[in-house]
């Protein structure tokens, strides 16, 4: 067995957390062959729906691809909804025991209605407050306790619908470094310097500028900006590992000691949805494997190149990845 084997079979040892915002995406569609009379809208006619697990739950789904064992840890409605999601979860090999459900919440569902292969409207179910006092109590208490059970790491996974607070954020970093367990973030904007401490920050180039305010323009093509923003992150931030997603241009990682850039490879790009969450969850086992940051870095490049010659948010495909890592990192 050579080592890219023996490391995907490490893939298969590990329990990961996943600490966030947890959706279904639900799909409707059919075929459209004329206008509504009743308003300037086209009619679609039915042929099927379909429900998906979205936000941090997709994230969980790239780690079941992988052979990894994710615990789902999240708030969400005590609804009909919720009953879809943890239907989902079983389905799909992951744990909910890190679900709280609360009364007071409803659980987030994106509607997609696609005519003819094409998205026509997007429709919302959420709640984007942020969740109470007692909700943060329970949630971290659930977490506390799952981190007693040989977790390999945590990922908390923002996309600013009100679970990750910053009173969350900080009670589970805290924990996880108690137990000496990695923590890693794919960030949202509203908590962007609530995670300090954390070991691992993988922010997009986007969120990067947003989260540092920066007005003036840098790019990858010009390093001395670039790196001192990221200098400027890490500052504020105290964390160990920055590793910055780049588009076309690949990644960056760096953890104090080195620092490298990993090119992205020719692609045929279909959809770039999910990629970040295969990104994070690549990184995260690769990390809790305990190799190098630039063979991370490698590692969840070709992973999120991957993911986008596909459409639709797909969860990496595990003998694809390691042909593909054994092909490109010889």
Known sequence: M??????FSQFETKRILVVGDVMIDAYVRGKVNRVSPEAPVPI????????RLGGAANVALNLVALGAKPVICSVVGNDRH?????????????SGDGLIYSQDRQTTVKTRVIGNNQQLLRIDSEQTDPISSEEE????????????NEVDAVIFEDYNKG??????????IAESKKQNIPTTVDPKKD??????????FKPNLKELKEGLNKLVKFDPV?????ENAVSELEEKLKNKISFVTLSEHGVFIRDGQQQHYAEAHPRTIADVSGAGDTVIAVATLCLAAGISVEQIAEMANIAGGLVCETSGVVPVDKDQLRSEVKRLLK
């Open 2 to 7: 050579d080592a890219i084997d023996k490391l």
């Open 44 to 51: 679609v006619s039915l042929d099927k729906e379909e429900d």
């Open 82 to 94: 919720a009953k879809d999601l943890q239907r989902l979860l079983t389905e799909s090999g992951i």
């Open 137 to 148: 109590k329970v949630l971290v208490e659930r977490i506390a306790e799952l981190l007693k």
């Open 163 to 172: 679970v990750l607070t910053p009173t969350v954020i900080e009670a589970v």
């Open 191 to 200: 908590n962007f310097f609530a995670y300090k401490g954390v070991t691992l």
């Open 222 to 226: 010009d390093k001395t900006n670039f």
